[in-house]
């Protein structure tokens, strides 16, 4: 297969051709969906379709079986840190965009104040971090990345980066120093949506970002995440272009896991209303139509979920959750202390979980699930 052709695919798979399959759904193909095995695109979308809503309990049992199948009574622990929240892109619906109007300060960790923060974390059990920047590469390079990557290494297991879409040999760059995994939402495939809401900086090239998973694949990434920002366009022509970007990733980058992610928006700065809404029933749905779609891939759920919710869908298909959140740069120690400083540090969004990782734990303890602090062996590793 040539490099980076899922635009192609995306072609092919354009919004009238997928409202047309909508369309044609009914009983009897949902419920042919649900016994099946191996799901087709088609057999997707007719358990994404609203009138697969009556069947909901019958694809959640189905969702929990086949996630009890595949992975066993576990739940993965991770947590996010946030090395600099400076962003020269305009992405509407986010608090570190550049034109976001929001007065609060901007921050990059130096490498001392990336240990203060590893340590915190450490202490409280942790082995599994995501690093995370904005689209800032002038002033937050690829070298202080994979720097930050190298100082995180010393302390958890594994390292993954959510940052900007880099080049093949800048992914190649952070493999080297052992980065684990690439998290890239692409916010929305839909291509109109996607212009209207990213204004302006490099995110703008809807392109390079929508190839960038398989650059970094390509590079020798072990894990890649992928997601939509559900309530920025239609989630129902969204999950399908997300399933087909999942499916053509583990085709075309097959030393790779691909993860998937499901970030619901919900709180944004004052200037953008969130036009698709995505309810708890319809969040319920696109998890687990998605878990018979993809039976193997691990699926995370973030601190944008309240601690009610999270509870509720562990069993669910997710596989992998967040605890102890801070969306701050510095928040679990340098800028922790928000009362002390008369500007505080921008945080990228609020978040609806604020259980310790301590408490994160207990609750999965008492739904039955034993949390994993960290789920593969640093041998996988090419660098390594
Ligand atoms: S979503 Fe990312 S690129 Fe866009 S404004 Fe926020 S941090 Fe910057």
Avoid at 46 to 51: G, N, R, W
Avoid at 207 to 223: C, N, S
Avoid at 271 to 281: D, G, I, T
Avoid at 353 to 361: A, G, K, P, S, Y
């Amino acid at each position: 297969m040539e490099p980076y052709s899922f635009s192609k695919i995306l072609d092919k798979w354009n919004t009238e051709h997928i409202l047309r399959l909508y369309d044609s759904v009914n009983e009897e193909k949902i419920i042919n969906a649900i016994k099946k095995e191996a799901l087709s695109i088609d057999d997707l979308i007719a358990l994404l379709s609203p009138k697969a809503t009556p069947f909901l309990e019958q694809i959640a049992q189905k969702a929990h079986r086949l996630t009890r199948w595949h992975f066993g009574r576990t739940i993965s622990i991770y947590a996010p840190i946030y090395l600099s929240n400076l962003c020269a892109s305009d992405c509407v619906y986010c608090y570190f965009a550049s034109h976001s109007g929001i007065r609060e300060k901007r921050v990059t960790l130096a490498e001392e104040q990336i240990r203060e923060e590893c340590i915190e974390l450490n202490k409280k059990g942790i082995q599994t971090v995501l690093l995370l920047t904005g689209d800032a590469p002038n002033r937050v390079p690829v070298d202080y990345i994979a720097n930050a990557v190298r100082i995180a290494k010393e302390y958890f297991k594994s390292v993954s980066v959510e940052v900007y879409s880099m080049e093949e040999k800048e992914y190649a760059q952070l493999a080297s120093t052992g980065t684990e995994g690439v998290t890239l939402y692409m916010e929305t495939y839909d291509k109109d949506t996607y212009d209207k809401v990213h204004l302006s900086g490099k995110k703008r090239d809807y392109t390079y970002r929508l190839d960038a998973l398989e650059r970094a694949g390509r590079a020798g990434i072990r894990r890649l995440t992928c997601g939509a920002l559900l309530g920025l366009s239609n989630w129902r022509l969204d999950m399908v272009w997300l399933a087909l970007h999942a499916k053509y990733l583990e085709k075309t980058c097959w030393q790779s896991v691909i993860s998937l992610s499901f970030p619901r928006l919900k709180h944004t700065p004052s200037r953008f209303k969130v036009p698709h809404l995505v309810s708890l029933e319809e969040l319920v749905q696109i998890i687990t139509a998605m878990r018979l779609f993809l039976p193997y891939s691990p699926f995370n759920l973030s601190t944008r979920e309240s601690a009610e919710v999270r509870d509720h869908l562990i069993p669910l298909g997710i596989t992998s959750m967040s605890a102890g959140s801070s969306t701050r740069p510095g928040g679990y120690k340098v800028f922790h202390d928000t009362t002390t400083t008369q500007r505080p540090v921008l945080e990228q969004f609020e978040i609806d979980d604020h259980r310790t990782v301590e408490e994160v734990v207990q609750a999965i303890k008492q739904k039955g699930y034993d949390p994993v602090w960290v789920d593969f062996e640093p041998g996988f590793i090419k660098s390594l």
